[in-house]
Every structure is written in C-alpha cells, then in structure tokens.
C-alpha cells in the first residue's frame, strides 16, 4: 500500500482535509494516510516528526484552500515566507526528496505561479493538480485521485525509510549517494620495507683470486683475462720448480730462495695487468663505504 501524507491548514481546509483522509482511509488502510491531528504522539518534537513521516510516504497531498496562499501569522507576515512553517516545511522536504506532490484544489482555482512562491516551493508550480471542490462530484473526483495514487505507486519502485537525527533540520535532505571508489582486482597492501638480506664479507683470498661477481662489464672483461693469466703464471710456476736453474748455487735453500723468486714474479707479472683493472672498475660500481659483500 502506498503511504500517503496530507498537508494542509487547519483554518483554511479542515473540512475538506479530514473528508478527504476518511476517503483514503477506507481505500489504502488508516495507517497508510498521514495528517498530523491524529498521528503525532503527545511529547514527541512535531518538526521531526513530520520530517520523518514526509521522508517515508510515497506522495503527498498539498490541499490548498481559499487562504493557502495568502494566510499570514499575528504580525501580519505571509506564513509561506517563514521558514519554520509547517506546511512549507512538509512540502519543501518533498519536493526536495523528489517525492510526487499533488496540489489538491478545494478554494483556490490553480496552483499558484512560481513568482509567488518561495525558492523552495517553486516546484510546486508545474505539478498537474486534481480538484476535489464540496458537492455531488467529491466522490468522483476522489476516485479519480484514488486511481492515480494507485497507477503511481505501480510505476514507482519503493522508498527506504529516512531518519531525522537528534540534531537534523526539519526539512532533511535526500540522502547522498556514497562515491564509489573503483578498486583495482588486487588491492595492493602498502608498502612494507623489504627484507634486509645479511651477507657475509668476501673473504680475502677470494679477493685476491677474484672469486666473486663482477660489478659491471668492464670488471667482467678483466675477469676473464685474468684466468687465463693466472693459468699461464701456474704453468710457468711448475715448470721452474722441476727445472734446473742455470745458475749455480752454493746451496739448497739458496736454489728454493731464487725459484720462489721467480715464481712470485711471474704470478705478479699474470696478475697485475689484469687484477688490477678489474678491482678498480668494481670499487667504481660501489660506494666507497659499502664492502663488497655477496
């Protein structure tokens, strides 16, 4: 069933409001059709009340009678121009909801135009009114609205519930839809410090036989000169140690002093061209402060 609320003022429509809402009454159910003299508990603040109730009804009957336009308060100030009038506050939080409102015509013969409205009523202006006027035609012309509210609530999916918090205006605005932020398949976690890997020094004579990997392509180019060098040093080492020495030596250990001689020369003579570039170009690709480690 569609909830229905009707808006009027008392000491312009009251008549026409309450034949009205029996009308309803007996069509959609008495709990289905609002008007603030029976259904506003005793105690509870009306502002929010009725903002809540505006909020969940599914149309609203704006009943406009002789005076709807024009009535004015004790200091002889439009009613429509006050913010804090229930009827606007009823009508505005519908439109403003974009809740269907019906001007029913029971005095006055149109709706008012936009220029005598407030800001917020100005809509009110375009929607197409009904009139139910006092005579042999109400219950036809009741009929006919009773038809509409149906073929309406036929073609208009159903509305959540709206609360008013404590603190909320009477007039309480449409929900804001919740921005959407798009969210890749994988949602990457944040950024975690890596994982810092303990390495050990190089030991020293894989320093000296450069045992270790090159920093960029010209260390690797002397690296691999340096190999065949020290195989050419180990070769030439060997081949002195087995070989008799053309000069003549007083003694054994005088013969081993010459042969470690010459031995450490030609591995100085493999190494240095070749080891040399290759430890420079490494500390080139390092920062000085930082040991090769691997």
Known sequence: MPKIFV????????????????????????????????NIPFGVDFRKHLANAVGNCDVLLAIMGDEWLDARDRDGQRRLDDESDFVRIEIATALQRQIPVIPI???????????QLPEDLRELAFRNAAEIRAGVHFASQVDRLVTSIRDGEKKSPPKPPVLVGKRANPVSKPPQPKEVVPTASVKRSAAKPAPSVVR???????????????????????RLLFFPAFAVATLMSTVTLFLETSVENPSALATVI?????????????????WLPAKIFDSI???PTSPHVE
């Open 7 to 38: 808006s009027y003022r008392r000491d312009d429509s009251a008549d026409a409001a309450g034949r009205l809402h029996d009308r309803l009454s007996a069509e959609f159910g008495k709990t289905s059709v609002f008007i603030d003299v029976d």
């Open 105 to 115: 015509l029971v005095g006055i013969n149109s709706v008012p135009k936009p220029d």
């Open 200 to 222: 050990q020094p190089i030991p020293l004579w894989r320093h000296a036989l450069l045992l270790y990997a090159p920093r960029n392509t010209a260390a690797l180019i002397f």
């Open 258 to 274: 010459v042969k470690m001689v010459l031995i450490t020369t030609y591995y100085a003579c493999a190494y240095v061209p070749f």
């Open 285 to 287: 690709a390092l920062p």
